[in-house]
């Protein structure tokens, strides 16, 4: 049937005739499409502020360090504490030639960091120029440490992005200017943006003040020892198959029985990015369980509403029938107004949806800088579309039918 603008017309008008029920029934639609677009960017926000926090860090990453033993070995009893050394970096890469980085991590706690006459108690660690590489920086102001800086013992320093608001409140390139931790002086040569969630070593990034390791040694009389070791594998290299190895080879040089994971513990980060793909997994296949579950049941909505419209027009349609009107068209119309009503509810719905994930995405912005896209992509958007089109057929087809099956002399007894 070819659609004029008076069929446009009596569509609206059948809708319009009862505006309170019509709002009902188009509310459960507009609902369920609304929570459907809200869900899904949403998911995707929190998604990305999850791999924020994460980002930069090597997913095929291990941390090695020593706890007391829990097991005795060669004579030695249980409960006794031991420290790497650098030797231990070495046997690594004569050893496991699988792994590609092989880096120290030095632990300082909390020291007043001071300039001028701003004080912040900030994280001190002792790291190295590839360290980088395993847990990339993001630098805002200067660079990262580098190997001169290493080889040197430079006493220079990379602050956190909190430790670089507190001293320095008026903001600017700290660049050059010198900071005072205990007795010694560091010059800053980064700042670093990376935010304080997420995988932390040695306290939140922010509030970090990072100095070459070397430095670190000698300014607190480390001698060679070695407070943690950073690997990564390289390419292709399963981090897991080679925990098993890192731990012997460590535990046997220090007289450790190579079992006690406690004693050398080795933690794989492929675990953990592992248990968030496998969340994410799950929260998305909810999303959609409960966004077409919602919209399913507006469409239910509809369609008993039509069905109730289809028995209150009985006469009407009877009339129609008893003037010429086809079965085809009694379909057609009655199809229409409720794809017309899923159409107008849905798209609504989709429009709503966008406009709270916009001020989502307001909300999570931070020194103009989006830390997070709360938004639903282009082809969601039209498989929706889609899919409230299909529905609103659907929803409509059963009071179709039964429109259909009115016969004329039938309808013109109905009171």
């Not at 931070?366 to 992509?377: E, M, P, S």
Request: aromatic share 10%.
């Amino acid at each position: 049937m070819k659609f004029d603008i008076d069929s446009y017309r009596e569509i609206l008008d059948t809708l319009t005739r009862n505006k309170s029920r019509s709002f009902l029934t188009g509310f459960g639609v507009f609902w369920g499409v609304f929570m459907l677009i809200v869900l899904i960017g949403g998911g995707q926000g929190l998604k990305e502020l999850l791999q924020e926090n994460f980002s930069g860090f090597a997913t095929n990453t291990a941390m090695v360090w020593t706890q007391a033993t829990t097991k005795p070995y060669k004579g030695f009893r249980k409960g006794r504490y031991f420290s790497m050394t650098e030797n231990d970096m070495v046997r690594l890469r004569q050893q496991v030639p699988e792994l590609d980085i092989i880096t120290p991590v030095m632990f300082g706690g909390r020291k007043n960091a001071v300039f001028g006459d701003k004080t912040f108690n900030a994280h001190i660690s002792g790291y190295s120029y590839d360290f980088a590489k395993v847990n990339s920086p993001i630098i805002y102001y200067g660079r990262y440490i580098n190997e001169l800086d290493v080889r040197d013992s430079r006493k220079v320093c990379v602050i956190g992005k909190q430790v670089y608001k507190k001293l320095f409140p008026k903001g600017g390139n700290p660049c050059g200017q010198r900071v005072r931790i205990d007795s010694t002086y560091y010059q800053v040569i980064g700042v670093d943006y990376k935010g304080g969630n997420g995988i932390n070593i040695n306290g939140r990034a922010d509030e970090q003040i990072t100095i070459p390791y070397t430095v670190f040694q000698k300014a607190y009389n480390s001698g060679d020892k070695i407070h943690s070791i950073a690997v990564t594998g390289k390419r292709g290299v399963v981090m897991s198959s080679l925990t098993d190895r890192i731990r012997t080879l460590i535990a046997r040089a220090h007289l450790i029985d190579p079992t006690d994971e406690k004693a050398v513990t080795v933690f794989n980060t492929e675990v953990l990015f592992a248990m968030i793909d496998n969340l994410f997994k799950g929260v998305n296949y909810l999303i959609w369980l409960i966004g077409i579950g919602t919209l399913l049941a507006g469409a239910i909505g509809v369609s008993n509403i039509m069905m109730v419209t289809v028995k209150e027009r009985t006469t009407e349609i009877g009339i129609r029938r008893a003037i010429g009107a086809t079965p085809r068209m009694v379909l057609t119309q009655i199809i229409s107004e409720s794809v017309l009503l899923t159409a107008v509810a849905g798209m609504s719905g989709i429009l709503f949806g966008i406009s709270i994930l916009e001020m989502l995405e307001l909300a999570n912005t931070t020194d103009g800088i989006l830390t997070a896209h709360f938004q639903v992509g282009f082809w969601t958007a039209i498989a929706a579309a889609a899919l409230l089109s299909f529905l609103g057929g659907l929803a409509g087809l059963a009071p179709a039918w039964r429109a259909m099956s009115i016969k004329p002399v039938d309808a013109m007894r109905d009171e």
